[in-house]
Each structure stands twice: as C-alpha cells, then as structure tokens.
C-alpha cells in the first residue's frame, strides 16, 4: 500500500494526468511487481521514493531493454541523492543482467544543466527527449 500511496501522490499532484482511477492504478502496481522489479527508498519505515524496472520492446525491434514504470521521490526528499540513489539501483541490475540496454525516462523538467549532470553521474547514458538511454555493453547505440 505504501508504493499505492506514494505514485498517488505523484500523479495526483501533476496536471499531466487525468483524475486517478484507484483500480487501474492497483492493478499497474499488481501487474509490475509481478513481471519487474521495484526498489523503495526507506526513511525510518516510510517510502520517500521509490522506481520499478521492467522488460519492454519497441515494436519495430527485436532488441528489448529494461525500462522504468515509474520513478518518482516524494518533493521534500528532492536534491538529497534519493532519485540517484535508486537510479543506481537499477543500473547495477542491469549490469548483473549482462550489461542490459536501459532506458530511464523521467518528468523531472528540461534544463539543459539537469540532463548533462545526469548523464555526467551514469556512464554511456545518451538524452533522447525525455529518457536516457544506455545502449547495451559492447554495442552501438541504434538511435
């Protein structure tokens, strides 16, 4: 319940989302504990943050990558390494998955500085237009 809570917050408080549908929302939450995998940021028993990472495939690609379902950290916990913290978490499962093609994709705003400083702190993350992308160890990106 505790991650319900948190993404409730998250897409209730953005007016990028329409009103939230408790259903659909529990079964999104259901379906990818069942099929990826989900850390959570802890503060003395409270979730602050938390990111899935599942399989996904472009359809016009063979190629599937890990991909993040949700990525979000509660506003008063922002700027103190949280969201790195768990974006960490996820490379390295990508790493233990043979170097894995990832793609992070975030909502957390447009300034240049923002991009550059995150693909500065994760090595061969390339920004395309709203998500990093890591190309799998030993090939080319295909973008």
Known sequence: MAIYRLLEEAYSNSVDYSPIDENRLMCWITRTIAEGEVWVADLSGRVIGSIALVDFQFPWSERVV?????????????????????????????????????????HSGSDADWKDEFIGRFDGMVYLGGSFFRPPYGGASDG
Not at 83 to 100: F, M, N, P, Q, T
């Open 66 to 106: 890990l991909t993040n379902s949700w990525l979000y950290v509660l506003k008063n916990f922002k700027a103190r390494g949280t969201g790195r913290k768990l974006i960490e978490a996820v490379v390295k499962s990508a790493d233990d998955k043979g170097g894995a093609p990832l793609v992070i994709g975030t």
